[in-house]
């Protein structure tokens, strides 16, 4: 489910980036050093630098997503309960999953043979869904707890108080199951506050599957409708992993998710080590009687897009997914799953390390915001290296920053004045 000096600052929120412009601010000043330096490229004591605008993504106005044409400003807002910076809304209406000659749109067509195959005319498909759904979808009617992380500010893009980037395809399955679906799968691109490293981006692909089953289904088969259900869910997901993976080892492993019980998750033994694959589980009965679908049960499935493409094809670093490089993309073809990505370059990183005071406010997620909305595609990894409290009780954390370009070497000089935007942008 990715160094610096000595001199600190107090970490607080205020309104600027991460609730619709809601930022890090530093009450004294903070220091970014490179790998080599000796001295602070920068601080708030910089007299003599003029402050420079932060190069934000351009990004198109006007984006269609599942059929509806939206604007920037429908998504992102001069809102207090709006933490959706430019960065994410560029993402919107790229749909990875539905081209064809990409490794995303590949694995996702390879999933749909599966079905097509194991089940002819059973599951309809959807994945031009738009992913601005509510929060009653997202969370409450799949049963995610009031409580939980995942609702909070830190981990999930609110456009409003009441509406959210879907966090995961499951917000779809009330909507699908009033509207009497039984056998369906969703793909789509899901958003989610997240660390900066070779494995997470803020944006991902995923794919959820759902068969409901009647009485008549389990009835005479001498077990009872949940037994059935699982037996059923764990025959078909080995099939898919046979068709993806090979004649691969398997286990099934005892899990936890809030809108299925039980539930399992299933790893395959590949590449001399144990790989997760997905999660799944038989649906609560609560969601069925929701989705209008009573004396029912049934199955349900989710899988992470990326994570088996990174395996499958060899790619090494999920940004790789994102560039327009023809270096990469013309290394895929339709229909080809499993061509291993041969690199076209491996250029040198570039070390930046910060450190300062936190207080209670801070979260690493909301760090990793504003570096990645000021830096894009260029931070390769951001990483706690040191944590230290002093007699007074404050704590200081230290980061490093990986700099890397997946199509370019990049210079100390520019990165230097990208920590200058940033400064500029926290302070």
């Known amino acids: 489910m990715a160094a610096f000096s000595v001199a600190h600052s107090t970490l607080f929120l205020r309104r600027s980036l991460f609730l619709r412009s809601r930022t ?28 420079k605008k932060s190069k934000q993504p351009v990004v198109s106005m006007l984006v269609e997503l599942g059929g509806v044409k939206i604007s920037r400003d429908e998504v992102v807002r001069d809102d207090p309960t709006n933490n959706v910076p430019d960065s994410i809304f560029s993402k919107l209406g790229m749909q990875l999953h539905r081209r064809d000659q990409h490794p995303i749109g590949i694995l996702k067509n390879a999933i749909f043979d599966y079905f097509d195959r194991s089940y002819p005319n059973k599951f309809a498909k959807f994945d031009n869904l738009c992913p601005i759904v509510s929060v009653k979808a997202n969370f409450d009617d799949v049963l995610v707890p009031a409580d939980h992380v995942s609702r909070s500010y830190n981990d999930t893009y609110y456009v409003d108080s009441q509406t959210v980037l879907r966090c995961h395809t499951s917000a779809h399955q009330a909507e699908l199951l009033k509207e009497g679906h039984t056998h369906f799968l969703v793909t789509g691109d899901v958003y989610r506050r997240d660390s900066i490293d070779s494995t997470h981006y803020p944006v991902f ?223």
């Not at 601010?25 to 910089?46: G, K, M, R, V």
């Not at 080995?238 to 004649?247: P, Q, V």
């Not at 936890?256 to 790893?267: D, G, I, K, Q």
């Not at 990505?341 to 491996?346: A, G, T, V």
């Open 24 to 51: 890090l601010a530093f009450s004294q000043h903070i220091s970014f050093f490179s790998s080599t330096a000796s001295a602070p490229l920068f601080s708030n004591n910089t007299k003599g630098h003029a402050r």
């Open 205 to 427: 692909h995923q794919m959820e599957g759902v068969r409901v089953f009647t009485p008549a289904d389990w009835e005479g088969s001498g077990t009872d409708a949940t037994q059935y259900a699982a037996e059923d869910l764990k025959k078909c997901l080995e099939g898919l992993a046979r068709h993806l993976f090979g004649g691969v080892e398997m286990r099934w492993i005892d899990a936890y998710f809030p809108f299925t019980n039980p539930s399992f998750e299933l790893e395959i033994y590949f590449q001399e080590k144990w790989l997760e694959v997905l999660g799944c589980g038989v649906m609560e009965q609560e969601i069925l009687k929701r989705g209008g679908k009573t004396d029912t049960v049934a199955w349900a499935f989710g899988l992470g897009l990326e994570r088996l493409a990174m395996v499958l094809f060899d790619i090494p670093d999920i940004r790789f997914f994102w560039t327009t490089d023809e270096r990469f993309n013309s290394q895929f073809s339709k229909g080809q799953l499993g061509v291993k990505f041969k690199p076209y370059s491996k250029y040198p990183p570039c070390y930046k390390d910060m450190s300062f005071w936190i207080n209670d406010s801070f979260t690493e997620n909301n760090l990793c915001e504003v570096i990645r909305g000021l830096a894009g595609d260029l931070v390769e990894e951001v990483k706690l290296i040191d944590s230290f409290t002093n007699k007074k009780g404050m704590t200081s954390h230290c980061y490093r920053i990986v700099y890397r370009s997946m199509e370019r070497s990049l210079t100390d000089e520019e990165i230097n004045d990208l920590q200058v935007f940033q400064c500029g942008e926290i302070c």
